[in-house]
């Protein structure tokens, strides 16, 4: 989240806290498969293989358990094959991971692994023609690689605090994931300190995703961090602000109001449209203005803050002001404000005119 220092802010580091660190240790390739029930049921014929040691080639399990610092390769059929691979491999375009296309299929390779590349590997072909491509879905491939390293138990995080907004109308994850998949992972509260359970119903531990709030509520606000434990000493995780969000999802809900409308000949005025919004979700802002073909210069200034509403309520205040110096007659009219989203678009009006 741009423009909010406090997400990244470093602190002393803690015993047992994890950190990005590279992996340079050599370790003979050990492999485990691990059963998971996704892999029951009709579904469409993967087209991911994994290159073994000597040549040899095995389809991939959903999940697979390797040692931090071995090496990976994966490939997929067909001739124009489309990758995804966890985030933290494009944070500095990581020479570790290679992608190539040969003739007939698709090649990942990842060299010296580490624990911060647990996550999904998945690809899939695509069907192109004159209108362009896209994915078919009868050919994918996917498999969740976990990269053990008994000294990083939680996969590593590039800060030491993070912001997990709660939505009253969604699920919410705190991604306290980890490296080795039979870890017992427990959720605690630091304020009262106590353990949050996992019912199995409100509250939920996925070993892919970390641990998923059902129905968020207003009272799970504040900050959590995960332990998790692994044949040795316990670790804890990252900690996790949780800011409950009290607007709802959708287009933006705007309002635009003038600092006067009714202006003199040569006097100044300004528009101000203002948009109340979930935290994370950004709004962008374009305006239409009588002086527009004209090329009437004005002053257009966009900014956003957050807003603790109480009670872990927190809220997104978007604002975008149009400035009008010197009034002239080709500048009365409808001055126009839309505020756009990821989930739609709101246009709202004022009128100006002169005295």
């Not at 304020?191 to 996925?206: C, I, L, Q, T």
């Amino acid at each position: 989240m741009h423009g909010q220092a406090s997400a990244k802010a470093k602190r002393p580091k803690e015993p047992a806290e994890n950190k990005i660190k590279p992996a340079s240790k050599k370790i003979k390739p050990k492999i485990t498969k691990l059963k998971d029930s996704s892999e029951s049921g009709t579904k469409a014929q993967s087209i991911m293989i994994q290159v073994m040691d000597k040549g040899r080639f095995q389809k991939p399990a959903a999940m697979l358990n390797m040692i931090a610092g071995q090496s990976m390769e994966l490939r997929c059929k067909g001739e124009k094959i489309m990758w995804t691979y966890p985030a933290y491999l494009d944070t500095f375009k990581d020479t570790r991971l290679s992608i190539k296309q040969q003739d007939r299929y698709g090649q990942l390779i990842l060299t010296n692994s580490s624990a911060a590349d647990t996550g999904e590997f998945s690809c899939w072909a695509q069907v192109c023609d004159s209108y362009g491509c896209k994915k078919d879905e009868s050919k994918s491939g996917s498999t969740y690689v976990f990269f053990t390293d008994k000294g990083e138990l939680f996969v590593p995080s590039s800060s030491y605090f993070e912001i997990v907004y709660l939505h009253p109308d969604r699920p919410t994850i705190i991604p306290c994931r980890v490296t080795v998949p039979t870890a017992k992972v427990t959720l605690h509260r630091e304020f009262p300190a106590e353990e949050v359970k996992a019912d199995g119903d409100n509250v939920m531990y996925d070993v892919k995703k970390g641990f998923i709030y059902q129905h968020p509520l207003p009272s799970q606000s504040g900050v959590v961090y995960c332990r998790a434990e692994a044949r040795g000493a316990p670790q804890i995780s990252i900690k996790y602000q949780l800011l409950y969000v009290e607007v709802p999802s959708g287009p933006p809900s705007a309002t635009i109001t003038a600092s006067a409308n009714k202006v003199q000949s040569g006097g100044d005025f300004s528009i101000y449209c203002t948009v109340l919004g979930e935290p994370d979700v950004e709004v962008e802002f374009t305006w239409i203005y009588p002086g527009q073909e004209y090329q009437r210069p004005v002053t257009i200034q966009d900014s956003w803050r957050l807003v603790n509403r109480g009670i872990g309520h927190t809220t997104r205040i978007s604002k975008s002001i149009i400035s009008v110096e010197d009034f002239e007659t080709i500048d009365a009219g409808n001055y126009i404000c839309r505020a756009q989203n990821l989930r739609g678009q709101t246009t709202l009006s004022t009128r100006v005119d002169r005295y």
